[in-house]
């Protein structure tokens, strides 16, 4: 098993930029891949952003591509994702996941994805 612990969100104009965190406990010596995805009222959720865990491997999808960065820290079982020059259609409920095989390249699918985030909101005013 794989907790996930998720910090920051909040609200911030467009143009501005936004840090989330999630912390990791368990069993994370099993986890292949992170991932954070996000949903927006009426659409579905969309993978943005993933990092396999070994070799240090990003992806993103072509929304976010230059203005998101994932990253982790290995000393802290901490995955991050800088978020800069936000707009409004970046609003959305943030989750990060965990994954010990993924199936899909790039890994944002996320029916790879067990252990997930309780969630952390985003709002982008214009």
């Known amino acids: 098993q794989v907790q996930l612990v998720q910090s920051g969100g909040g609200s911030v104009q467009a143009g501005g930029s936004l840090r989330l965190s999630c912390a990791a406990s368990g069993y994370t010596h099993s986890t292949a891949s992170m991932c954070w995805f996000r949903q927006a009222p009426g659409k579905e959720r969309e993978g943005v952003a993933a990092i396999y865990t070994g070799g240090g491997n990003t992806y993103y999808a072509d929304t976010v591509k230059g203005r998101f960065t994932v990253s982790q820290d290995n000393a802290k079982n901490t995955l991050y994702l800088q978020m800069n020059n936000l707009n409004a259609e970046d609003t959305a409920m943030y989750y990060c996941?965990?994954?010990?095989?993924?199936?899909?390249?790039?890994?944002?699918?996320?029916?790879?994805?067990?252990?997930w985030g309780q969630g952390t909101q985003v709002t982008v005013s214009s």
């Open positions: 996941a965990a994954a010990s095989v993924t199936t899909t390249f790039p890994p944002l699918a996320s029916w790879d994805y067990s252990y």
